[in-house]
């Protein structure tokens, strides 16, 4: 090619192959000397956008209080990069909405939670006046939106399916940082996951909008090779996961709001 010589279909798989059988010769290393009590091994895990930081960063902080010699690598990604850096070895699992294609019959999923979407804005924002926003209502206003064809702006374009009215998507970005900025800074609004927000607004930081059309149930878990064998420090990490998600309660109805007369 123009870059150079690439190999074919079957230099691939064995370039994959070889990446695999090194990196069980790490972990199997690695675990002997964490049983040994000197030298530890190295977790990696792919996040995906949305996926739940509370859940991870909570599991996270069990797993190394049990196994504090254990490093954890948190990679954030795609899904499609991170399917991709699975299947090659080069992380260990994958943390988020399960989507797995129909072709990637090499991996495994494990449903953990259910997630919900939610609108959230800054708190004294106007639609916040109201008791129920409809998406006529929505379409007044600035967006910040992720990229096309992931699941949440494929949402957020099925809100406006039937509208005659849409708004411009002139504000395009996945970082829930800059996200959040734009919401308290402005009339900007978006759709979140719950799980990547609740603390928010239990807060009080961003406001969730009234909008009953926001059925949608996601769900969440951990994605692995089928073939793969997790040391005891992954199956523990795993643990946490499991434990931490079991206490989480992402999809419940929002309750209307109740007026009391004066």
């Not at 123009?2 to 279909?9: C, D, M, R, T």
């Not at 099925?158 to 970082?175: C, G, H, Q, Y």
Request: aromatic residues 6%.
């Amino acid at each position: 090619t123009a870059h150079g010589p690439i190999p074919n279909k079957t230099g691939n798989f064995l370039a994959r192959e070889f990446r695999k059988a090194v990196r069980e010769l790490e972990l199997a290393r690695g675990e002997a000397l964490l049983a040994a009590g000197s030298e530890s091994l190295e977790l990696v895990v792919g996040a995906l956008p949305m996926a739940g930081s509370h859940e991870l960063s909570c599991a996270t902080r069990r797993f190394l209080a049990a196994y504090p010699s254990v490093k954890v690598k948190l990679v954030s990604g795609e899904y499609h990069k991170l399917l991709h850096d699975l299947g090659n070895s080069r992380i260990d699992m994958i943390f988020g909405i399960l989507r797995k294609p129909d072709w990637a019959d090499d991996v495994t999923e494990e449903i953990m939670f259910r997630d919900s979407y939610c609108m959230v804005a800054r708190p004294d924002h106007p639609l916040t006046q109201l008791d129920e926003v409809t998406p006529a209502d929505l379409a007044r206003y600035e967006w910040a939106v992720p990229q096309t064809g992931t699941p949440r702006r494929k949402r957020i374009d099925a809100i406006f399916e039937n509208e005659p009215v849409k708004p411009r998507f002139n504000l395009e970005t996945s970082s829930l940082t800059l996200s959040k900025v734009l919401l308290l800074s402005s009339d900007t609004i978006t759709l979140l996951t719950r799980s990547e927000v609740q603390l928010d607004l239990d807060l009080g930081i961003l406001a969730d909008l009234p909008c009953p059309f926001l059925t949608n149930v996601l769900p969440k878990g951990v994605t692995t090779r089928s073939d793969w064998l997790p040391t005891k420090a992954h199956e523990a990490f795993l643990d946490c996961l499991r434990e931490i998600t079991a206490e989480t309660r992402h999809h419940r109805v929002r309750q209307s709001k109740i007026r009391l007369a004066s």
